[in-house]
């Protein structure tokens, strides 16, 4: 089974609350990393919160810890992907397509974004 939103991909915040209430609906980042087993993905500026950690020291002998600001994981169900075409949300489906390597056809199937058809 292929996945619908893979590392790499362009993906917009669908749900939640909207820019001016200071969340990150309809805001558009790429995909850093999926947790499959979660059903979650770590989008590049989106979910940004605020960790606190204890300061220690490295083996260097430099400080560590204190106030930063990293992503958090979005569940799967809150983006989608981004139509190359149309630059808005759209839906991903699956087609066969026969692709022909070292002189063997083989069917694959392939992403596609719906609204444009065109492939992913």
Do not use: C, W
Request: aromatic share 2%.
């Amino acid at each position: 089974m292929g996945a619908k939103i893979k590392k790499g991909d362009l993906v917009q915040v669908i749900t939640g609350a909207t820019q001016v209430r200071g969340g990150d609906r309809g805001k558009q980042g790429k995909v850093l990393k999926v947790f499959p087993e979660t059903n979650r993905v770590l989008v590049e500026g989106i979910n940004r919160v605020t960790k606190h950690t204890k300061v220690g020291q490295s083996s260097r002998g430099t400080k560590t810890g204190g106030i930063e600001v990293v992503e958090a994981p979005l569940h799967v169900s809150n983006v989608a992907i981004v139509d190359p075409e149309t630059k808005k949300p759209t839906r991903v489906g699956f087609r066969l397509e026969t692709v022909e390597k070292d002189g063997v056809q083989k069917t694959v199937r392939v992403r596609y974004a719906k609204a444009s058809g065109k492939a992913l």
